[in-house]
């Protein structure tokens, strides 16, 4: 089975890590969050009603993105964030991540959202050609912090080629991302037990 966020909720995901790693993902120092996305209209589903956290017209990294879509999922993100900092967990102690879809909206939060984050990472996911990411950091200064990103994208990824999520790390790292991009060389569009 292939975990997919498009469609899938937090209980999936946490289910999967389970299979994965034989136990759940728990740590005395670390609190892991996983959400699920709310349902709404997805257009490449024939604009049938899913779990996702933004919509999309295609799923092809140059599309435009949908930034009206997007916009009504940051309220969600920032209500996250907030009910963190609430707990007295700073935001440089946050690091948001996910897979596919939800490695695109950490990548939102982290550089678009707030850049106060600890770190970003993303499991075969990609910023669309002329992400608002992309217009977020055109005006950053060179020596502003930036949260760490780690990518990592499946070598034989048909539905998100590894293409796609080296060309948006490529991308990002011009604007003055630091972080890593690590391809893996037997996963298709899922997570593996080594990546996590």
Known sequence: R???FTGDTGNGLTEWIRFLL????????IKVIIPTAPVQPYTPMGG???NVWFNRKRIEMDCPEIRTSLAS???TVNEMLVRELAAGVPLNRIVVGGFSMGGALAMHAGYHLNRDLGG???????LNT????YDSLEGVAQDEHLPELLMMH???DTLVPPEWGQTTFDELAKLGVRGQFVPHRTALHEIKRDQL
């Open 2 to 4: 292939t975990v997919h």
């Open 22 to 29: 034989g136990r759940d993902m728990e740590f005395p120092h």
């Open 48 to 50: 049938e009603n899913s």
């Open 73 to 75: 999922i940051y309220d």
């Open 120 to 126: 970003v990472f993303a499991i075969s996911s990609f």
């Open 130 to 133: 002329g992400s608002i990411v």
């Open 154 to 156: 499946g070598e034989r």
